[in-house]
């Protein structure tokens, strides 16, 4: 029974002492070097008496990152993952809350650090990186340890503005990855293309993947998101055979027209997050590679990733949405009305989640922890934690949960209840349009509708009032070049947001 994440590495290196673990284009670990590297840091740890506590990891996207997370798990420590890509404010706050004991960094983070008035232990990767492996004291770290030691802590944004720190522990995540793995299929053949930030949770699915199958995962850059034939280019010379991407990144390539060009050749399985798939997107990927697997993810941060799946095995209308389908193994996923009873079959309910795949919670904050990791309403014989995700969903005929929206882009307006996920999907699906997000304006009450596409806003409009209510219909439809992103790929809602009221404000003060 696995109970750390490390041996996983331990077994794997074993047999694929060789192999390629982790690279980016200039850059490569072996399992050996992985295996010998991240013990060294380990004991460095160890040496400086670094134990049971948070060590930041601030360096760039790169696979000495990757080894340097693992060495803090052998010091019996957890890691944070910063990169200098992070908003400055963000780093700050995430170093002031955490006063970690020890940071270990890259040259280009060195050189930022005198800004956020670090005082503690500054640790250069390249210096601690050869440290003679101390395998005893190695040892007595894992006899200590137990699987619901913390393994590390992700920032994620909290709705007041002020990051919350995530910890997460070697039993979920080892949980995670033994369920996730049959369902995308998982071997020593897999050749990954990671396009998430370190800093983010889901590395995960490619980072523990890797070390528990003896798999290659690719650190693909930045840059190449934004020149989507340099992309497949970049699939195609490294053989990547499967991608876990945010919808955005797909439908880049997908709505400039790349797949009629130039084919990723060795893709067998395309599993997509974070965003409904627009199905006229979505069905320019599957005309593309009508072999390939393709796989609906959902699950929040606070569940260690992902925690439902769907394996596309049916056609879908324009103006359906795919499903997000049923719960991994060991998971469990229901629905709560406004009383807290589970909804009739087709009626929406709140997304909870119960089992081992929950987090610790907020790090040194209970506060926000208790407000959504509570007991089970459903339950009043025993204690027992659920996570309410604040998405808002509902079960179809064939019994597969679909995502509706946030609870928060769930609006009143006009006297009727509107999701805002239902104008985008309507939107997308107008040949013309690549991507659509809606923004609410509550202080003037109107629906505001961004695309990106090549028709202009009064067909936009036009098509939209053929196929939605009137009071669906948004107050203000704004045509786009590029739908904003945020570090993770997702669309920038908060930003629409902003500029709405900027704009709101400038329209104000010419009306004074």
């Not at 995540?173 to 998430?196: A, M, R, W």
């Not at 797949?259 to 593309?288: D, G, M």
């Not at 089992?355 to 089970?376: A, I, K, P, S």
Request: hydrophobic share 35%; charged share 25%.
């Amino acid at each position: 029974m696995q109970t750390n994440i490390l041996q996983y590495l331990e077994e794997t290196v074993k047999k694929f002492p060789n192999k390629v673990a982790f690279a980016d284009e200039d850059f490569s670990l072996s399992f050996t070097e992985l295996f010998e590297q991240s013990r060294s840091i380990g004991s460095y740890l160890i040496s400086q008496d670094c134990y049971k506590e948070p060590v930041v990891v601030f360096m760039n996207r790169h696979p000495k990152a990757i080894a340097a997370f693992l060495g803090v798990a052998y010091s019996g420590c957890f890691y944070v993952p910063v990169d200098e890509e992070m908003p400055s404010f963000r780093i700050e706050l995430i170093i002031k809350k955490l006063k970690p004991k020890a940071l270990i960094c890259d040259p280009a983070s060195l050189d930022l650090l005198e800004k956020y008035k670090y005082e503690g232990l500054v640790l250069l990767y390249d210096d601690i990186v050869n440290t003679p492996i101390n395998q005893a004291a190695l040892d007595k770290i894992r006899a200590k340890a137990i699987d619901t030691d913390p393994l590390y802590i992700v920032y994620t944004s909290g709705s007041t503005g002020i990051p919350k720190g995530i910890v997460g522990s070697h039993r979920a995540v080892i949980d995670y990855i033994e369920s996730l793995s049959p369902v995308l299929s998982y071997n020593s053949e897999t050749v990954f293309g990671s396009q998430s930030p370190l800093y983010f949770d889901a590395c995960l699915r490619e980072i523990i993947g890797t070390i528990k199958h003896g798999s290659t995962t690719y650190l693909i850059p930045k840059s190449y998101f934004m020149f989507p034939i340099k992309l497949v280019d970049f699939l195609n010379e490294y053989k990547v055979n499967t991608i876990c991407w945010v919808v955005p990144a797909l439908t880049m390539i997908s709505s400039l027209g790349v797949l009629e060009k130039k084919k990723p050749e060795y893709l067998h399985t395309i599993a997509f997050v974070s965003e409904i798939f627009p199905i006229k997107q979505f069905n320019i990927w599957r005309k593309a590679l009508p072999e390939a697997k393709f796989v609906n993810l959902y699950g929040p941060t606070e569940t260690t990733g992902i925690c439902t799946y769907y394996i596309v095995d049916r056609d879908f209308g324009l103006d359906d949405v795919i499903p997000i389908g049923g719960p991994l193994k060991n998971t469990d996923i229901f629905l709560l009305d406004e009383n807290d009873q589970e909804p009739p079959l087709g009626e929406l309910g709140e997304i909870c989640i119960r089992g081992t795949c929950l987090t610790h919670g907020y790090y040194n904050d209970f506060e926000r922890t208790q407000e959504t990791f509570v007991q089970n309403p459903l339950n009043t014989v025993y204690p027992e934690l659920i996570y309410r995700t604040g998405d808002l969903a509902k079960y179809n005929e064939y019994g597969e949960l679909v995502f509706v929206s946030r609870k928060d882009f769930q609006i009143k307006h006009m006297g009727h209840r509107i999701e805002l996920g239902e104008i985008e999907i309507n939107a997308t699906g107008i040949d013309g349009v690549h991507q659509a997000c809606c923004v609410y304006d509550k202080d003037k009450s109107k629906i505001v509708l961004y695309y990106v596409g090549s028709i202009s806003e009064r067909e936009v409009a036009g098509q939209l009032k053929k196929v939605l209510p009137r009071y669906m219909v948004p107050n203000s439809i704004r045509s786009l070049e590029t739908m904003p992103l945020t570090a993770n790929g997702k669309i920038n809602r908060s930003y629409l947001k902003e500029i709405t009221e900027k704009k709101r404000r400038e329209n104000d003060g010419n009306i004074a």
